[in-house]
């Protein structure tokens, strides 16, 4: 079954400290791979996505994301975390055709320490 | 630079009440969509719109309605409501384009006593 697993359910670091949130799908075709933001009180906001080419992308806010077809894996890391970077984070992954077919990860809840 | 309005931002219903949750979006968008979000249960899909005129159901439509009004406006209806769909809901669109960001509104936390 296809299906969308982020580990952690909740993360805590301090300010400074680098971040790695991950992100583990099972799809039976190529994947197309997003990393999703969601601030308190807000909507979803894309980070980064990953189609073709280069395994590792960069999104905005500092953060990038590197695909590793061999352990089904597109890990979400920024160097410096920034306390405004406390929010939900969202792993989708889907066929690169139509958002419909979008399948969630449940989320990553993340909080930064001063 | 509004993007994806939704209107109400909160909402109290009892159970039997009915009421329509309204969408908009200024990005000349074919794709809409209509998400709850639950805790433990991530995002889920209630009904799609790809293009003014046409919609589907998604993952969990029952309970729900929807009009695709015109290409921004996309709205959902819940007809009696019950304490299951006390959630937040989200509405979002996307371009035509292959691989087409989604863009969502700020939400709408409903609670049904």
């Known amino acids: 079954a296809q299906s969308v697993t982020q580990p952690d359910i909740h993360i805590t670091v301090s300010e400074g400290a680098s971040l790695e949130l991950r992100c583990n799908y099972s799809?039976?075709?190529?994947?197309?791979l997003f990393w999703y933001v969601q601030s308190p009180g807000q909507g979803l906001q894309l980070l980064l996505k990953y189609f073709s080419g280069d395994t590792l992308v960069q999104g905005i806010k500092g953060f990038e994301a590197e695909f590793k077809r061999s352990q089904s894996s597109f890990n979400l890391r920024k160097p410096s975390v920034h306390w405004s970077d406390a929010a939900e984070y969202f792993c989708a992954v889907g066929d690169g055709g139509n958002n419909r077919k979008l399948i969630w990860g449940l989320g990553t809840s993340l909080a930064v320490n001063p | 630079n509004a993007g994806v309005t939704q209107t109400p931002k909160f909402q109290v219903l009892k159970t039997g009440q009915s009421m329509t949750l309204q969408c908009a979006q200024d990005?000349?968008?074919?794709?809409m969509y209509w998400y709850r979000q639950d805790p433990g249960m991530g995002l889920r899909l209630i009904y799609y719109?790809?293009?003014?005129?046409?919609?589907d159901k998604g993952e969990v439509p029952n309970g729900y309605n929807v009009s695709r009004l015109n290409k921004r406006e996309f709205s959902l209806r819940l007809e009696s409501a019950a304490p299951s769909q006390t959630s937040v809901y989200f509405c979002a669109s996307s371009g035509q384009l292959y691989n087409s960001p989604l863009h969502f509104g700020n939400g709408t936390r409903l609670t049904v006593t």
């Open positions: 990005m000349n968008h074919n794709s």
């Open positions: 799809y039976g075709a190529t994947p197309y």
């Open positions: 719109s790809a293009s003014e005129g046409t919609t």
